[in-house]
């Protein structure tokens, strides 16, 4: 799927967030779009996911080929875990309730199953924010979808929860999945196969592997390679 020369606008502002940006994301990799805040990462995923509609931009794939998590997603507090995987299993009519949930319980490891168990009856209210996003998003894995999208899916988890997460992002990108994410945490990234998108003053100032981004910079520290990248050709 590519982007190309995209410039956006915010209303009532001069300066573009997205300025003729170009980009090309892969499948067989994990797309990771990375940056400063404000730098237009979530702005990006809403235009490439058809939230925000431009005709700058055509998506290839249908409204019913995307799915997107978004990084906060109200709910009311008094629904429970079953009824939140419900209305997002919902979404593939064509699929049984039950038959889904059994599909999801098998996908679980005896660790996640305990955690789904605890969460099935328990209100979103009395629900831990990583909890909510860990029941938020392997649910949504188990959508079938040609694209998905997730913005900062491992913010505010705790390790065992982030692990589960990315393990079921990565498992969508080996079935074929094309995915793209954002993240603030970039040290997660370096054992998964995945490809960089530095995005900064409205556009991809770098793209490539992990490694690449950290040998730059001759650092095993990602949070000193990014520092140091926007030292550098960040202010290019």
């Known amino acids: 799927m590519k982007v190309n020369s995209l410039t956006y606008y915010y209303k009532d502002q001069v300066k573009p967030v997205l300025d003729k940006l170009c980009i090309e994301f892969e499948t067989g990799k994990l797309n990771v779009i990375i940056g400063p805040n404000g730098a237009g990462k979530t702005t990006l995923l809403d235009i490439i996911s058809g939230v925000i509609s431009t005709n700058q931009f055509k998506?290839?794939?249908?409204?019913?080929?995307?799915?997107?998590q978004l990084q906060g997603i109200p709910l009311p507090a008094a629904m429970k875990g079953k009824d939140v995987i419900r209305v997002i299993f919902n979404c593939d009519s064509e699929f049984p309730f039950i038959e889904r949930i059994k599909l999801f319980e098998q996908s679980l490891n005896s660790?996640?199953?305990e955690l789904f168990n605890k969460l099935w009856d328990r209100k979103i209210g009395h629900m831990s924010v990583g909890e909510r996003r860990w029941l938020l998003i392997r649910s949504i894995c188990q959508l079938e979808r040609e694209l998905y999208i997730f913005d900062e899916p491992t913010s505010g988890?705790?390790?065992?929860a982030r692990l589960f997460i990315l393990e079921s992002i990565d498992n969508l990108v080996k079935k074929g999945k094309l995915v793209v994410m954002t993240t603030h945490i970039l040290y997660e990234l370096?054992?998964?196969?995945?490809?960089?998108?530095f995005l900064h003053r409205g556009n991809i100032l770098y793209a490539g592997d992990y490694i690449s981004f950290l040998n730059k910079y001759n650092t095993q520290n990602p949070d000193v390679a990014f520092q140091l990248f926007l030292n550098g050709?960040?202010?290019a």
Do not use: N, Q, W
């Not at 998506?59 to 997107?68: C, G």
């Not at 370096?190 to 998108?197: Q, R």
């Open 59 to 68: 998506s290839p794939f249908s409204e019913k080929d995307i799915v997107y």
């Open 111 to 113: 660790r996640e199953r």
């Open 157 to 160: 988890i705790d390790p065992d």
């Open 190 to 197: 370096e054992y998964i196969d995945c490809k960089l998108y």
């Open 233 to 235: 050709d960040g202010d």
